[in-house]
């Protein structure tokens, strides 16, 4: 029998991706002790929730069927791959906008 070995911080980096409360519940959890594992994942859900919820709004306000499908498209398939990610105690940031979430929310310590 294998025993797995968790990393410290993946219950937090986990209830991140859980809509955008399981995102800010997530920013208090990570105060003490800080992991950085979990502040990764954090700033990947914190963005991808902000994304999906500020492009929701625009098209709300610009309707368009195909782009609503577009973004739940997007949005879902970045969201696994970031869950995925903190599941399997891998330190991945989602493609294409990953990068951008870690220098934009560095106030999540």
Known sequence: MEKSTDVPG???AV???LTIIG???ALFMNNEPKHTFARVHTRQAFGL??????????????FNQYALYGLYLCYIVLWVYG?????SNKEQIVPIV????QKWFTFIQ
């Open 49 to 62: 929730h902000l994304m999906f919820h500020g492009f929701a709004i625009f098209s709300s306000l610009w």
């Open 83 to 87: 869950f995925i990610g903190a599941l």
């Open 15 to 17: 209830i991140a991706y």
């Open 10 to 12: 993946k219950n937090i």
């Open 98 to 101: 990953g990068p951008y979430f």
């Open 23 to 25: 995102a800010i519940i």
